[in-house]
C-alpha cells in the first residue's frame, strides 16, 4: 500500500516537473512503461490470493488512471507553451524598415514609361500594345509607307522568315502599328461610330538594325493615338505642350512645332523643346538652343481608310517618341548604352525606389 502511494506521489510530481515532451514521456515510460513502477505492481497481483487481488488491482487501476490523466493533462499544457513560445518566436515587426540594400531599384526606361503613362492616363489616354514581331502589313504598308521606303530595306529593319501565307514579318521597327491594330479593332469602330472618341499610349520594344553611341538595336518608343470627329492640329499642339511641360516638370518650358515628314501624317511635325548649353551643360528649359524629342503629325486619310475607317468622317492626330531620348534629357544620363548593361551600381545611382508612385509630379521632384 505504502508503495502505491510513494509512486503514486513521485510519478505525479515528476509529471508536474516534466518540462518538455520528452521529459514527459520518459515519465510515463518509467510508471507505465514495460519495466515501469505501476507495470512492475501490476506483476504481484498473479500470486495473491483472490480477495487481496482484487482489492488491490482495483487500487492499482485507480492510480494508473490518475497517472494517465495526468499525463494527458500536463501534455496539452506543454502542447500550448510550446505553441506560444513558437508565436513569440517567430513574431515578424512589419514596420522595422527594410534594410536598403535589399531594396531593388526601378529601371529608369521604366519609370520613364510609368511617367509618360501617367501623364497621358491623366489626360483620359488608355494603354494599349502589340506584338514586337510584326507583319509588313501593319509595321509599314497599313501606315502609307510608299513600296520604294527606305525603311523597308534591309539596313534598317530586321527580317523574319515570312509568315505561311508569305507576308514578310519584321521586328517592328517602331509602335506605329500599333496605330492600326487599334484602329482595325472592332471595339473601337464600335465606339467611335457611337460618337465615343479614340485616346491611345502605346509604350514598348523597338527595333532597328542600328548600334552605335546613340543607336540600340532595341530600344523603346511611346506612340500616341487620338481619333474622333472634331480633333485637329490645336488639339496636338495643346496635347503635346500640356505633356512636355508636365513629363519635364518645367510650367514654361518653351516648344517649337517644326514642319516635317511622316508617311502615315500630314500634316506632320517634329516637336523641339528649348535648351540652353551654358558652361558645356545642358539645360532643359529656356535658352537658345533647341533639342528633337518627338515626331507628330494629323494622322493621315490613307492610314484610316486602310484601317477601316472613313477619312471623311473621322479624323486625329498620332505622335511618337524615344524613350531612352527622353529618359537621358529628363535624368543627364549621358550615354544609351548603359542602359542595357546591367551594371548594379548604375542602376542603384539612376534607379527608381519601387514604392514610388509615378505621377505627373513624380521623377525629378522627388
Ligand atoms: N514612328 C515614327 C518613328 O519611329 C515616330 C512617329 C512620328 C510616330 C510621327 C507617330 C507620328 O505617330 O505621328 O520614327
Avoid at 505525479?12 to 507505465?32: C, E
Avoid at 546613340?214 to 488639339?235: A, C, K, N, W, Y
Wanted: hydrophobic share 40%; glycine share 10%.
Amino acid at each position: 500500500m505504502d508503495d502505491l502511494q510513494t509512486i503514486r506521489a513521485e510519478t505525479l510530481a515528476a509529471i508536474g516537473a516534466a518540462g518538455d515532451l520528452r521529459a514527459l514521456d520518459a515519465v510515463r515510460v518509467a510508471a507505465l512503461g514495460k519495466s515501469g513502477r505501476v507495470t512492475g505492481q501490476m506483476k504481484t497481483l498473479g500470486g495473491m490470493a483472490p480477495d487481496q487481488r482484487k482489492e488491490f488491482g482495483a487500487l492499482i487501476n485507480t492510480l494508473k488512471g490518475e497517472i494517465e490523466g495526468a499525463l494527458s493533462a500536463r501534455k496539452v499544457e506543454l502542447d500550448r507553451a510550446a505553441l506560444s513560445a513558437r508565436l513569440e518566436n517567430e513574431r515578424i515587426d512589419v514596420s522595422l524598415p527594410a534594410r536598403p540594400e535589399r531594396v531593388g531599384h526601378i529601371h529608369p526606361l521604366s519609370q520613364t514609361m510609368d511617367e509618360v503613362c501617367a501623364v497621358f492616363g491623366e489626360m483620359g489616354f488608355v494603354w494599349a500594345e502589340g506584338p514586337d514581331v510584326e507583319d509588313d502589313w501593319h509595321n509599314f504598308e497599313s501606315l502609307n509607307f510608299p513600296p520604294d521606303h527606305p525603311a523597308r530595306q534591309m539596313q534598317d529593319t530586321f527580317f523574319l522568315p515570312p509568315r505561311a501565307d508569305g507576308m514578310p514579318m519584321v521586328l517592328r521597327t517602331h509602335t506605329s502599328p500599333v496605330q492600326a491594330r487599334t484602329l482595325l479593332d472592332p471595339a473601337t469602330q464600335k465606339m467611335l461610330k457611337a460618337g465615343g472618341s479614340l485616346r491611345v499610349i502605346v509604350p514598348g520594344r523597338t527595333y532597328r538594325v542600328d548600334s552605335d553611341q546613340t543607336h540600340s538595336p532595341m530600344f523603346h518608343q511611346v506612340e500616341g493615338l487620338v481619333i474622333d470627329r472634331v480633333t485637329h492640329m490645336g488639339h496636338l499642339k495643346g496635347c503635346l505642350t500640356d505633356f512636355c511641360r508636365a513629363f519635364f516638370e518645367i510650367d514654361d518650358l518653351p516648344l517649337r512645332f517644326r514642319p516635317s515628314y511622316f508617311p502615315f501624317t500630314e500634316p506632320s511635325a517634329e516637336v523641339d523643346i528649348g535648351c540652353s548649353w551654358k558652361g558645356g551643360e545642358l539645360r532643359i528649359g529656356a535658352g537658345d538652343s533647341w533639342l528633337e524629342i518627338l515626331g507628330c503629325g494629323m494622322v493621315h486619310p490613307n492610314v484610316l481608310a486602310n484601317c477601316g475607317v472613313d477619312p471623311n468622317e473621322f479624323q486625329g492626330f498620332a505622335f511618337g517618341m524615344g524613350i531612352e531620348r527622353i529618359a537621358m534629357l529628363k535624368y543627364g544620363i549621358p550615354d544609351l548604352r548603359t542602359f542595357y548593361e546591367s551594371d548594379l551600381r548604375w542602376l542603384r545611382h539612376y534607379g527608381f525606389n519601387p514604392l514610388d508612385v509615378p505621377s505627373l509630379t513624380g521623377g525629378l521632384g522627388r
